[in-house]
C-alpha cells in the first residue's frame, strides 16, 4: 500500500521568506511518480510537478524547487522569496506503476502574511 | 491549453435527493477518475473509469455511486440518496494513458464541484 504524510499541517511565514514544504512516502514500487498540487482558496487542484521515481535531479522553477531523495523517501518543496500570493493549500502525491489513484497527502496549509 | 470541465461548480441539495456530477473530460483521453474532498481534508479517490467500465474503486464507493459515460463526452458521477456526510468537493480527472505506463503523470483535473447536502 501506499502512502503519503505531510507532518505539517499549516505553516505561517511573513513575505520574502522561504518555506520548505515537507512530504515523506511509502511505496513498495520501484516506479513511481511523486505530484505536488496547490489549492488556492478557491478550492481547485493546480499541477505543480511531477517526478518518476528514477528521476533525482533537483528541479527549479522561478521561486519553487523540489528536493527528492529516494534514500529518505521525500519530496520537498521549497518557496522563495515568499509571496501572499503563494497562500493556499498544498498536496504531495504518489501514484506507483501498478496503482490507479493517486494517493494524497493531508496537505499543508501554507500563510503568507504581507 | 486542453481543460477538463465540470458542471455545476456548486450545487445544493437535500438529503436522500439524487445528484449527478458532470464532467467533460478532455477529448482523447482515455482514463477517467472521481477524486473527494471533505472539506478541510485530503484529497480521496473514489473510482477510476477506463473502456466503459470501472477499473478500480475504493471502499469510500459503495452502491450509492455509479459513474457512466453516457454519451462519449460527458463522465458522471451519480449519487443515488445523499447524506449530510456526502458534501464536499468532487473533482474530475482524465489521463490518456493508463497510470502503468506513465499516463497519470500527464492527468488532468477540473476545477471541481462542491456539492453541499442540507
Known amino acids: 500500500a501506499q502512502k503519503v504524510t505531510q507532518a505539517q499541517t499549516e505553516i505561517s511565514v511573513v513575505e520574502k521568506e522561504d518555506v520548505t514544504l515537507d512530504c515523506v512516502y511509502e511505496t513498495r514500487d520501484t516506479t513511481y511518480y511523486l505530484f505536488w498540487y496547490k489549492q488556492p482558496p478557491s478550492g481547485e487542484l493546480v499541477f505543480l510537478i511531477r517526478r518518476n521515481s528514477f528521476d533525482e535531479q533537483n528541479e527549479i522553477s522561478g521561486r519553487y524547487s523540489w528536493n527528492f531523495q529516494k534514500s529518505t523517501s521525500s519530496f520537498n518543496f521549497t518557496i522563495t522569496a515568499s509571496q501572499v500570493v503563494d497562500s493556499a493549500v498544498y498536496f504531495c502525491?504518489?501514484?506507483?506503476?501498478?496503482?490507479?489513484?493517486?494517493?494524497f497527502g493531508g496537505g499543508t496549509r501554507l500563510m503568507v502574511k504581507p | 491549453e486542453p481543460e477538463v470541465t465540470q458542471t455545476p461548480s456548486h450545487q445544493v441539495t437535500q438529503m436522500g435527493q439524487e445528484v449527478i456530477l458532470r464532467c467533460v473530460p478532455i477529448?482523447?483521453?482515455?482514463?477517467f477518475y472521481w477524486y473527494r474532498q471533505i472539506l478541510g481534508q485530503k484529497v480521496e479517490f473514489l473510482v477510476s473509469?477506463?473502456?466503459?467500465?470501472?477499473?478500480?474503486k475504493s471502499e469510500i464507493f459503495d452502491d450509492q455511486f455509479s459513474v457512466e459515460r453516457p454519451d462519449g463526452s460527458n463522465f458522471t458521477l451519480k449519487i443515488r440518496s445523499t447524506k449530510l456526510e456526502d458534501s464536499a468537493m468532487y473533482f474530475c480527472?482524465?489521463?490518456?494513458?493508463?497510470?502503468?505506463?506513465?499516463?497519470?503523470?500527464?492527468?488532468?483535473f477540473g476545477q471541481g464541484t462542491r456539492l453541499t447536502v442540507v
Open positions: 473509469f477506463y473502456n466503459n467500465e470501472i477499473s478500480e
Open positions: 502525491a504518489l501514484i506507483d506503476n501498478a496503482g490507479n489513484m493517486l494517493t
Open positions: 477529448s482523447n483521453h482515455l482514463y
Open positions: 480527472a482524465s489521463t490518456l494513458f493508463p497510470p502503468g505506463q506513465g499516463g497519470y503523470a500527464e492527468a488532468f
